[in-house]
């Protein structure tokens, strides 16, 4: 049994390969390939404001990509292979690695956002055919947990156009001196170079990710509707009083200390009329969840 952690979550995994690595190839062609955040969005009444977050883990539903034509531009500029590891997802930063664990047979893959998506509301992921068929999906929404791959994340934010570091760079430059004092064991400007070099070549492709799926415990879990996240456990009272729930305290990363649930919900169709209804009572922020 080996220990897995990612953005400094550490799950124990049992590693079996069932299906072989192939080797990385970069993508034939690519259209302003960039970072990207991007404008807050509604889809079927429900807002997404994305945004940068590089503690990311979460729990809901998957689906797969349908909708997308194979060569299509996705919204940080890759080219859409319904072959592809990659996947869409409402809010976080574009592109961004995660990895991503069927909880009903313990399935898990290592992807790449690269889209905004999905547009049917209550679902967390909108996954190729191709990821979706190592994880062993089905038409029906599968129950994931997504997990970011916080090294691989950041990289893209610091190397990409349109990344952060971006305000950084353009700052204009005096004429200052300055000498390495004190330098971190292991570091050389070496270092530094090869990742400037990541960086201005980083706009012309990006590496496929290696089709790869690994075998971990299959934990299940339960549908709930999480009707909003507060700082306050007064706030969360209110919001579980308008949707027909509880207060919880929340024990994930995420912004706020107090959860307002309602739940469970033996299927993904009573889950969804439970989202219904708490949208219809002005709820917009709520979503699906896994518990």
């Excluded at 807050?40 to 404001?49: D, M, N, Q, R, V």
């Excluded at 209550?122 to 970011?148: C, F, H, K, Q, Y």
């Excluded at 570091?165 to 000498?179: F, L």
């Excluded at 889950?271 to 708490?278: F, G, I, S, T, Y």
Aim: charged residues 20%; aromatic residues 6%.
């Amino acid at each position: 049994m080996k220990s897995v952690r990612f953005c400094g979550t550490t799950g124990l995994l049992l590693l079996f390969p069932l299906a072989g690595c192939q080797m990385q190839k970069k993508s034939e062609q690519v259209a302003n390939l960039h970072f990207e955040t991007g404008p807050a969005w509604k889809s079927e009444g429900i807002w997404h404001y994305p945004h940068m977050d590089f503690s990311y883990q979460d729990t809901g539903l998957a689906v797969i990509d349908h909708r997308r034509k194979a060569g299509s531009v996705t919204a940080d500029g890759e080219i859409y292979d319904p072959q592809g590891m990659t996947a869409s997802h409402p809010f976080l930063q574009l592109p961004a690695v995660v990895v991503v664990r069927n909880l009903d047979n313990g399935r898990y893959v290592r992807i790449r956002l690269n889209d905004r998506g999905p547009t049917h509301r209550g679902r967390l992921l909108s996954v190729t055919p191709r990821v979706a068929s190592l994880l062993g999906m089905t038409n029906e929404p599968a129950r994931v947990e997504v997990i970011e791959d916080v090294p691989a994340s950041r990289s893209f934010a610091e190397d990409l156009p349109g990344g952060p570091r971006v305000a950084i760079d353009t700052a204009p430059v005096g004429d200052v001196k300055s000498e390495v004092l004190d330098r971190p064991l292991g570091s050389s400007g070496q270092d530094a170079q090869a990742s400037s070099s990541a960086g201005n070549g980083a706009s012309s492709s990006l590496m496929q990710l290696p089709v790869n799926v690994m075998q971990g415990y299959a934990t299940g879990g339960t549908l709930w509707i999480e009707l909003g996240r507060f700082t306050g456990r007064q706030y969360a009272a209110l919001a579980a009083q308008r949707g027909g729930g509880t207060v919880w305290s929340a024990t994930t990363p995420g912004s706020g200390r107090w959860l307002a649930l309602t739940g469970p919900f033996a299927s993904v169709a009573e889950a969804d009329a439970a989202l219904d209804r708490a949208v219809a009572v002005g709820l917009t922020g709520a979503r699906i969840v896994v518990r």
